[in-house]
């Protein structure tokens, strides 16, 4: 009879093969003989120890379900209806906040709460005030004297973004803070017709080169739950705290939410929060601060000092390098870095799309990336399936050279596709412009925090039907507004192009294109920060990198890969005498 110990142990195995038995293993002498045979065939999951006895069978389904996570769904809960309100009056103007003034933009109780111990802190109930998240979806609680929080149910929405929906018609302008006290310092000093709300959780705890690392991603879903109000509004003020993970936070949200329409602050010398400079300051000072909020950088004539910040950076840091491809060799050739406008070119067949699905798997599985995919030649459900292999390394579909994936490996491909990739897709049937690809991009990047995007093939870009311009000046403007769109969301554009076709010599072979060979406009070379070349030879493909732009990014040179016909998988020649089983 199986145990939930063999259950476990057998929704791990993908192939058929004798394994140490679980059940009895630990109980031998000889604690690594192999006794368990187990078999995988398209029904599921067939075992027998030689030892123990034990044995039986299971559906991958069910095997499958051992390793789904639990989602916990939100639950309601109840929120105080004992309200001190002089404590919370009394807590509030210690913060130099009139409760009186703020009581209809936000909902805030206070009462007796029970807080954990905390370093020298013992446990205890004791006075703290609660910020309420919607109806019964949260309630963060602070205490008063001595600063610990804890939290009933989960915050997952902006705090206050209820009530700026309650109005009759949204704000032209939103204010964002860090944290709930922040947001009810300004909202005192501010009209009562611009919003102001809290992010939920504060500023990102993983921070580089004062941005948010992809690893905290998932902790933005607030921003997508809020997206009419963020597309409501004509300009957001972005009043996060005047320190590294602030900055972070501040960037994050520019990217996603439209650098276009964010403002920033800037703080006095001696302050690192919104309150700070209400107590310091006063609320005038304050209120200055907002008024005289200025634009992001985005484009335009800038002075010398706002790019001071950055070139701190690069004193104290150096010159940053390219994200791995997740191949090697090939990175000392080219590096993805957010921003940048990669060209990726070949011959019809050449396997410049299976490339750059490589690319952006080994960057999901290495860095935690989130990629959007427009592809216009490849049914999202064949796309499923390519990318899987890369995932397993096995084929989808049945072949006589390799067994291929099982149901439980595709389903965790699946599952590992759902959480990093998105496909941006035009079902209603309408022509595909260059403005309706980056609205569906920027929604992307709004819900996902997409940092990579892949168009295949630009020749499926139609230009506005009223716009009269030819065919290099559309593809010259095309490339701009890519270039500005990348930089301005600190996103990674591949633009997949064919060329022109090529000739062929006396000996039936092929020119490699590059950039200038693409159909249509030189602009190819000159706007790229990369140009790559996908050339198929007939020992297997080569990387031809024609155009770099930052030459601590990568270089120019060509590289040879090994390429998998059965799996559509790239890998590194340099390594394979590593793989091989070569006895000496």
């Known amino acids: 009879m199986s145990t939930e110990r063999m259950r476990s142990f057998l929704s791990t195995i993908n192939q058929s093969n004798r ?6 293993s630990s109980e031998r002498k000889n604690k690594t003989d192999k006794s368990l045979s187990v078999t995988v065939d398209q029904d599921g999951v067939l075992y027998k120890c030689h030892h123990c006895e034990i044995s039986g069978k299971h559906t991958h389904e069910t095997l499958r379900n051992l390793n789904k996570p639990k989602v916990s769904q939100p639950v309601a809960i109840s929120v105080p209806k004992i309200n001190n309100v002089s404590q919370l009056e009394e807590y509030l103007l210690s913060r130099h906040i009139d409760y009186k003034q703020i009581k209809d933009r936000f909902k805030i109780v206070s009462g007796d709460k029970y ?77 009562s017709t611009t919003g102001v709300c809290s992010v939920p959780n504060g500023a990102p705890s993983k921070v580089s080169q004062n941005k948010v690392t992809a690893e905290e991603d998932t902790k933005f879903h607030y921003l997508w739950t809020a997206k009419d109000v963020l597309g409501g509004v004509d300009e957001i003020i972005l009043a996060t705290d005047n320190d590294a993970a602030g900055q972070a936070l501040k960037e994050e949200v520019a990217r996603r939410s439209g650098r276009a329409k964010c403002k920033e602050i800037s703080f006095p010398p001696d302050c690192k929060d919104l309150n700070e400079i209400l107590v310091t300051h006063g609320g005038e000072a304050l209120s200055e601060v907002i008024i005289n909020a200025t634009h992001m950088p985005l484009e335009g004539v800038y002075q010398a000092e706002e790019y001071f910040d950055s070139v701190k950076e690069l004193y104290d840091q ?22 940048q406008l990669s060209i990726i070119t070949g011959t019809p067949g050449s396997g410049k799309s299976e490339f750059i699905d490589q690319i952006m798997v080994n960057l999901a599985r290495n860095h935690h990336w989130k990629c959007a995919i427009a592809s216009f030649e490849n049914p ?19 072949n006589k050279h390799e067994p291929r994936m099982t149901e439980i490996e595709s389903e965790k491909a699946l599952d590992f596709i759902q959480e990093h990739f998105m496909f941006l897709e035009q079902r209603s049937g309408d022509s595909t412009t260059i403005e309706s690809v980056l609205d569906r991009l920027q929604q992307a990047i709004l819900r996902l925090g997409v940092r990579f995007c892949v168009i295949d093939p630009y020749n499926y870009i139609v230009r506005d039907q009223h716009q009269d311009e030819h065919e290099h000046q559309f593809i010259n403007k095309m ?11 600190d996103v990674h554009i591949a633009l997949v192009a064919h060329p022109a076709k090529m000739q062929t010599d006396s000996q039936g072979k092929t020119a490699v294109p590059t950039g200038h060979n693409i159909s249509g406009s030189h602009a190819f070379f000159s706007k790229a920060d990369f140009g790559i070349t996908v050339h198929r030879e007939s020992d297997g493909p080569t990387i031809h990198v024609w155009k770099c732009r930052f030459k601590w990014m990568g270089k120019l040179g060509e590289l040879p890969l090994k390429y998998n016909v059965n799996t559509g998988v790239f890998e590194d020649h340099r390594y394979e005498f590593e793989e091989a089983d070569i006895e000496f």
């Not at 013992?122 to 019964?136: C, I």
């Not at 999202?380 to 049945?398: D, G, Y």
């Open 318 to 339: 150096g010159l940053v390098t390219g994200f791995s491809t997740g191949i090697a060799s090939l990175d000392e050739l080219y590096t993805i870095s957010p921003g």
């Open 380 to 398: 999202v459900p064949l796309h499923l399936a390519k990318l899987s292999e890369k995932v397993i390394k096995r084929p989808f579909f049945k």
């Open 479 to 489: 490339l701009t507004r890519l270039v500005s769109f990348a930089r301005s969301h």
């Open 115 to 191: 807080f954990a111990a905390k370093g020298d802190i013992k446990s205890a109930t004791v006075p703290a005030v609660g910020f309420v998240y919607g109806e019964n979806e949260a309630v963060k609680w602070r205490s008063i004297g001595d600063k610990r929080f804890t939290q009933d149910g989960a915050a997952r929405q902006l705090w206050g973004i209820d009530r700026i929906r309650d109005q009759e018609t949204l704000p032209k302008t939103l204010i964002i803070t860090e944290g709930e006290i922040d947001a009810a310092s300004v909202a005192q000093v501010v009209p």
């Open 19 to 24: 394994f140490v038995c679980p059940e009895c």
